[in-house]
């Protein structure tokens, strides 16, 4: 395992000779993304960006890997222009693919009505979150979906991820009064 789901802190990391998996969690299976090999790399997303990484890098097939920790990786980005731009471009490029593939990681389920919703929505898209929207009033996959994770009509709108389900209101436990 290089990073996993959630891991703050990792290296970025060039392939010699090994294949690694690129591997999203969603409905509680794993789901290999991509699969990089040799002269390719993996890792730049999350630390050029500063989030948690949402996706899992394991080695599928033995070989070499060469790890460069963040405060190297960031000085090589600053001083070495071909390099960073080559990582840059590649960048983009991986950012618009995972917004697509790997959006089940991150998933918004509630009512298009809803400024809870809409709230949720917008601080995704705000920090360039990859998510998946669901509106429980036209999407039929959210039925199984709550059912699953046993929410009910008043749980929603949730976020969930592959290791929680985040509810918008937190609702405030008191203990009964004497009366």
């Given at each position: 395992m290089l990073f996993a789901a959630g891991d703050a802190k990792y290296d970025f990391f060039v392939v010699v000779s090994a294949k690694v998996d690129i591997i999203g969690h969603f409905d509680d299976e794993d789901e290999v993304i991509v699969q990089h090999g040799p002269g390719r790399f993996i890792g730049e997303l999350n630390l050029l960006t500063g989030q948690r990484a949402y996706l899992t890098a394991r080695v599928a097939e033995a070989g070499e890997v060469i790890a460069i920790p963040p405060d190297d990786?960031?000085?090589?980005?600053?001083?070495?222009?071909?390099?960073?731009?080559?990582?840059l471009a590649t960048l983009v490029l991986r950012r618009n693919l995972l917004l697509e593939g790997a959006a089940r990681a991150v998933r918004v389920i509630g009512s298009r009505y809803s400024s809870e919703s809409?709230?949720?929505?917008?601080?995704?898209?705000?920090?360039?979150?990859?998510?998946?929207?669901?509106?429980?009033?036209?999407?039929?996959?959210?039925?199984?979906?709550?059912?699953?994770?046993?929410?009910?009509?008043?749980?929603?709108?949730?976020?969930?991820?592959?290791?929680?389900?985040?509810?918008?209101?937190?609702?405030?436990?008191?203990?009964?009064t004497s009366g």
């Open positions: 990786f960031r000085r090589l980005i600053a001083t070495v222009p071909t390099l960073s731009d080559t990582i809409l709230a949720m929505r917008e601080f995704l898209a705000r920090n360039r979150l990859p998510h998946q929207w669901l509106d429980v009033d036209t999407d039929p996959d959210v039925d199984r979906l709550v059912a699953e994770f046993g929410l009910a009509a008043g749980d929603l709108p949730v976020v969930i991820t592959g290791t929680a389900v985040i509810r918008a209101r937190l609702r405030a436990r008191c203990p009964p």
